[in-house]
Protein backbone atom coordinates (compact mmCIF):
# COMPACT_ATOMS: atom_id res chain seq x y z
CA UNK A 1 0.00 0.00 0.00
CA UNK A 2 1.10 3.41 -0.89
CA UNK A 3 3.24 4.95 2.57
CA UNK A 4 1.83 8.39 1.91
CA UNK A 5 -1.66 7.10 1.56
CA UNK A 6 -4.48 6.29 4.92
CA UNK A 7 -6.78 4.06 4.80
CA UNK A 8 -10.25 4.60 6.39
CA UNK A 9 -13.95 3.30 7.17
CA UNK A 10 -15.00 4.38 3.56
CA UNK A 11 -11.76 3.93 1.68
CA UNK A 12 -8.70 4.79 0.81
CA UNK A 13 -7.44 8.59 1.12
CA UNK A 14 -4.34 10.92 1.10
CA UNK A 15 -3.44 12.01 4.52
CA UNK A 16 -3.48 15.49 5.23
CA UNK A 17 -1.19 17.99 4.35
CA UNK A 18 -0.87 19.70 7.75
CA UNK A 19 0.27 23.55 7.44
CA UNK A 20 1.05 25.82 10.20
CA UNK A 21 0.83 29.74 8.80
CA UNK A 22 2.40 32.47 10.59
CA UNK A 23 0.79 36.10 9.95
CA UNK A 24 3.54 39.05 11.62
CA UNK A 25 2.16 41.70 10.38
CA UNK A 26 0.37 44.46 12.55
CA UNK A 27 -1.99 45.49 10.00
CA UNK A 28 -4.47 42.99 9.59
CA UNK A 29 -6.33 44.96 6.49
CA UNK A 30 -4.24 45.90 3.36
CA UNK A 31 -1.59 43.81 4.18
CA UNK A 32 0.83 42.12 1.05
CA UNK A 33 2.54 39.41 3.50
CA UNK A 34 -1.21 38.34 4.10
CA UNK A 35 -2.57 38.60 0.79
CA UNK A 36 0.18 36.69 -0.30
CA UNK A 37 -0.29 33.78 2.29
CA UNK A 38 -3.68 33.50 1.27
CA UNK A 39 -2.26 33.21 -2.07
CA UNK A 40 0.18 30.43 -1.17
CA UNK A 41 -2.46 28.54 1.17
CA UNK A 42 -4.39 28.66 -1.96
CA UNK A 43 -1.99 27.21 -4.14
CA UNK A 44 -0.96 24.25 -1.58
CA UNK A 45 -5.02 23.69 -1.22
CA UNK A 46 -5.10 23.20 -5.30
CA UNK A 47 -2.40 20.65 -5.60
CA UNK A 48 -2.69 18.61 -2.49
CA UNK A 49 -6.48 19.14 -2.07
CA UNK A 50 -6.69 17.91 1.67
CA UNK A 51 -4.92 20.54 3.51
CA UNK A 52 -5.20 21.67 7.51
CA UNK A 53 -4.28 24.79 8.13
CA UNK A 54 -3.49 25.45 11.60
CA UNK A 55 -3.50 29.90 11.63
CA UNK A 56 -1.66 31.92 14.22
CA UNK A 57 -1.63 35.14 14.00
CA UNK A 58 0.94 37.28 16.09
CA UNK A 59 -1.20 40.55 15.64
CA UNK A 60 -3.07 39.14 18.62
CA UNK A 61 0.27 39.77 20.25
CA UNK A 62 2.25 36.85 22.20
CA UNK A 63 3.57 38.10 25.83
CA UNK A 64 7.66 38.13 25.97
CA UNK A 65 10.01 36.24 28.10
CA UNK A 66 10.04 37.58 30.99
CA UNK A 67 11.61 36.55 34.21
CA UNK A 68 8.79 33.99 35.69
CA UNK A 69 9.06 32.28 31.97
CA UNK A 70 13.01 31.71 32.04
CA UNK A 71 12.77 30.43 35.30
CA UNK A 72 10.18 28.12 34.57
CA UNK A 73 12.01 27.15 31.31
CA UNK A 74 15.32 25.88 33.28
CA UNK A 75 12.95 24.47 35.65
CA UNK A 76 13.43 20.33 34.82
CA UNK A 77 9.98 19.34 33.87
CA UNK A 78 8.90 16.96 36.66
CA UNK A 79 10.20 19.63 39.17
CA UNK A 80 8.10 22.59 37.86
CA UNK A 81 5.57 23.73 40.42
CA UNK A 82 1.82 24.78 38.82
CA UNK A 83 2.39 28.08 38.09
CA UNK A 84 6.06 27.61 36.73
CA UNK A 85 3.61 25.09 34.15
CA UNK A 86 1.08 28.24 33.55
CA UNK A 87 3.91 30.28 32.83
CA UNK A 88 4.96 27.82 30.08
CA UNK A 89 1.50 26.22 29.16
CA UNK A 90 1.14 29.35 25.76
CA UNK A 91 5.10 27.92 24.36
CA UNK A 92 4.10 24.10 24.74
CA UNK A 93 0.65 25.17 22.71
CA UNK A 94 3.11 26.72 20.12
CA UNK A 95 5.57 24.20 19.98
CA UNK A 96 3.07 21.46 19.55
CA UNK A 97 1.77 23.54 16.42
CA UNK A 98 5.27 23.28 15.17
CA UNK A 99 5.83 20.05 15.90
CA UNK A 100 2.45 18.28 14.06
CA UNK A 101 2.84 20.98 11.24
CA UNK A 102 4.53 19.02 7.60
CA UNK A 103 5.16 22.66 6.49
CA UNK A 104 5.19 26.41 7.69
CA UNK A 105 3.94 29.64 5.89
CA UNK A 106 5.34 32.59 7.74
CA UNK A 107 4.60 36.62 6.62
CA UNK A 108 7.80 37.99 7.47
CA UNK A 109 7.09 42.05 6.95
CA UNK A 110 10.44 44.21 7.48
CA UNK A 111 10.42 46.62 10.10
CA UNK A 112 13.25 48.64 10.37
CA UNK A 113 15.29 46.38 8.78
CA UNK A 114 14.72 42.97 11.09
CA UNK A 115 11.68 40.95 12.00
CA UNK A 116 8.81 42.50 14.07
CA UNK A 117 8.53 41.96 17.59
CA UNK A 118 5.95 39.51 17.51
CA UNK A 119 7.45 37.39 15.50
CA UNK A 120 10.54 37.64 17.83
CA UNK A 121 8.58 36.45 20.93
CA UNK A 122 7.18 33.40 18.39
CA UNK A 123 10.76 32.53 17.83
CA UNK A 124 11.68 32.98 21.27
CA UNK A 125 8.89 30.90 22.76
CA UNK A 126 9.31 27.83 20.47
CA UNK A 127 13.02 27.68 20.92
CA UNK A 128 13.48 24.82 23.55
CA UNK A 129 15.96 22.54 24.86
CA UNK A 130 15.14 19.29 25.17
CA UNK A 131 11.78 20.02 22.39
CA UNK A 132 12.50 21.74 19.45
CA UNK A 133 16.66 21.24 19.97
CA UNK A 134 19.37 19.72 22.34
CA UNK A 135 22.62 20.29 23.41
CA UNK A 136 25.26 17.83 21.70
CA UNK A 137 29.05 17.69 22.23
CA UNK A 138 29.39 19.14 18.67
CA UNK A 139 26.55 21.39 19.35
CA UNK A 140 22.57 22.50 19.28
CA UNK A 141 20.86 19.65 17.13
CA UNK A 142 17.62 20.74 15.82
CA UNK A 143 14.82 18.47 16.62
CA UNK A 144 12.51 19.15 13.43
CA UNK A 145 13.82 18.19 10.79
CA UNK A 146 11.95 17.18 8.08
CA UNK A 147 9.81 20.17 7.49
CA UNK A 148 9.06 22.67 4.53
CA UNK A 149 8.56 26.68 5.47
CA UNK A 150 8.41 29.32 3.43
CA UNK A 151 9.17 32.50 3.90
CA UNK A 152 6.89 35.67 2.22
CA UNK A 153 9.12 38.32 2.95
CA UNK A 154 7.30 41.97 2.58
CA UNK A 155 8.61 45.03 2.55
CA UNK A 156 8.70 48.68 1.68
CA UNK A 157 12.36 49.89 1.31
CA UNK A 158 14.91 47.05 1.69
CA UNK A 159 15.65 44.34 -0.81
CA UNK A 160 15.55 40.75 0.10
CA UNK A 161 19.24 39.57 1.48
CA UNK A 162 20.44 42.82 0.98
CA UNK A 163 22.88 44.12 2.99
CA UNK A 164 20.60 45.60 5.32
CA UNK A 165 18.15 42.75 5.48
CA UNK A 166 18.35 41.48 8.84
CA UNK A 167 14.67 39.86 9.00
CA UNK A 168 15.43 37.28 6.45
CA UNK A 169 19.00 35.74 7.38
CA UNK A 170 17.48 35.59 11.02
CA UNK A 171 14.45 33.93 10.30
CA UNK A 172 16.60 31.43 8.10
CA UNK A 173 19.17 30.78 11.39
CA UNK A 174 16.20 30.54 14.09
CA UNK A 175 14.41 27.96 11.70
CA UNK A 176 17.53 26.15 11.14
CA UNK A 177 18.58 25.97 14.94
CA UNK A 178 15.60 24.31 15.78
CA UNK A 179 16.27 21.82 12.77
CA UNK A 180 14.25 23.48 9.75
CA UNK A 181 16.64 23.65 6.84
CA UNK A 182 14.27 23.03 3.88
CA UNK A 183 13.32 27.00 3.85
CA UNK A 184 12.13 28.81 0.27
CA UNK A 185 12.09 32.56 0.37
CA UNK A 186 9.40 34.67 -1.41
CA UNK A 187 10.32 38.04 -1.73
CA UNK A 188 7.72 40.74 -1.98
CA UNK A 189 10.12 43.26 -1.06
CA UNK A 190 11.09 47.55 -2.08
CA UNK A 191 7.21 47.60 -2.79
CA UNK A 192 7.25 51.28 -2.25
CA UNK A 193 9.64 51.70 -5.33
CA UNK A 194 8.79 48.66 -7.40
CA UNK A 195 4.87 49.06 -6.60
CA UNK A 196 2.70 46.18 -7.67
CA UNK A 197 5.66 44.89 -10.22
CA UNK A 198 7.06 43.39 -6.63
CA UNK A 199 3.76 41.48 -6.18
CA UNK A 200 3.59 40.20 -9.34
CA UNK A 201 7.03 38.38 -9.25
CA UNK A 202 6.03 36.95 -5.72
CA UNK A 203 2.55 35.62 -6.83
CA UNK A 204 4.67 34.00 -9.92
CA UNK A 205 7.00 32.60 -7.41
CA UNK A 206 4.85 31.06 -6.05
CA UNK A 207 2.92 29.12 -8.22
CA UNK A 208 6.46 28.50 -9.71
CA UNK A 209 7.53 26.76 -6.54
CA UNK A 210 4.67 24.95 -5.11
CA UNK A 211 3.71 23.06 -8.56
CA UNK A 212 7.77 22.13 -8.89
CA UNK A 213 8.49 21.09 -5.32
CA UNK A 214 8.60 17.71 -4.33
CA UNK A 215 5.79 16.49 -2.73
CA UNK A 216 5.32 17.70 0.72
CA UNK A 217 3.19 14.93 1.98
CA UNK A 218 4.30 12.69 4.92
CA UNK A 219 4.55 10.11 5.03
CA UNK A 220 2.94 7.21 6.94
CA UNK A 221 2.48 4.07 8.13
CA UNK A 222 -1.46 2.16 6.75
CA UNK A 223 -3.94 1.93 9.04
Known amino acids: MDPMRVKTESG ?27 DLVAALEARYGDVDVIRRDLAEALPHVDQDWIEANFTAEEARSAAQRDAL ?19 VPIYNFGVPAALKAWVDMICRARMT ?43 GFVGIEDVEVIAADQQNMRGEEAIS ?23
Do not use: C
Open 12 to 38: IMDKPLKVLRIDASGRRGGSSSRALAN
Open 89 to 107: ALSDRLVDELRAADALVIG
Open 133 to 175: FRYTENGPKGLLSGKKAYLIVASGGVGVDSAVDFATPYMRQAL
Open 201 to 223: EARARIADIVHTTPSLRPSSQAA
